[in-house]
């Protein structure tokens, strides 16, 4: 009788850990669909963002990634998402344009500063949960450098 009921038991301890196991898996998968869809639109306000450069067409980080700072500061009004970011080694860094309907638009400078060589700059981001197109002109006379190139931004809005 009672190795019956043991086996009874473990039955019943099998079914409930299968449970357990189904109902984590079923977690596993719906639970990165929904976090996608949560971003949706965000409330009025200022967040911090994190994102990456990323070389032209590809998944991977640019060099540009290292001379800007991380997280951006996106100022959300009425749906309209602003970006900020700082540029370092902001003398060599020439130029900075972002990609607005079609066309690249010098980012606005928000600030300058000389003595730590950095600057602050703005531009529209239509859907922060795309890459957005952006380009950089480097100039280092020194070594006669000078680099016009494409790259994407991406925002991580995970990190919101
Ligand atoms: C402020 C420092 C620099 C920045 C921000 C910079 C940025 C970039 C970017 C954005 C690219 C395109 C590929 C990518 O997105 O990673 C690139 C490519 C490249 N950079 Fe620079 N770079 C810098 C300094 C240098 C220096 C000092 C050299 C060598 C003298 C160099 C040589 C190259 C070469 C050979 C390529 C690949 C070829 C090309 O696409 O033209 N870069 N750099």
Redesign the pocket.
């Known amino acids: 009788m009672n190795a019956v009921m043991n086996r009874m038991e473990k039955m019943d301890f099998k079914k409930v850990f299968m449970m357990i196991i189904l109902v984590a898996l079923v977690f596993a998968v719906l639970a990165p669909l929904s976090a996608k869809s949560a971003h949706a639109a965000l409330a009025n306000g200022t967040y911090s963002v994190d994102y990456k ?4 067409g ?1 998944e ?8 800007v700072v991380k997280p951006a500061t996106v100022t959300v009004v009425n749906g309209v998402n602003t970006a900020r970011l700082t540029i370092t ?1 902001s003398n ?2 020439t130029a900075f344009k972002v990609e607005q309907n079609g066309q690249l638009v010098d980012a606005t400078v928000v600030s300058t500063n000389t003595s730590a060589n950095t600057r602050v700059v703005e531009f529209p981001v239509a859907d922060l949960d795309s890459k957005v197109n952006a380009y ?1 002109e ?1 100039k ?1 006379p020194v ?1 006669n ?1 000078t ?1 016009k ?3 994407q931004l991406q925002f991580d809005t995970d990190s919101i």
């Not at 450069?53 to 032209?56: C, G, M, Q, R, T």
């Not at 991977?60 to 001379?67: G, K, M, P």
């Open positions: 450069v990323l070389a032209d590809t991977n980080t640019s060099r540009l990634d290292s001379y080694s060599l860094i950089a480097i280092i070594i450098y680099g190139y494409n790259v």
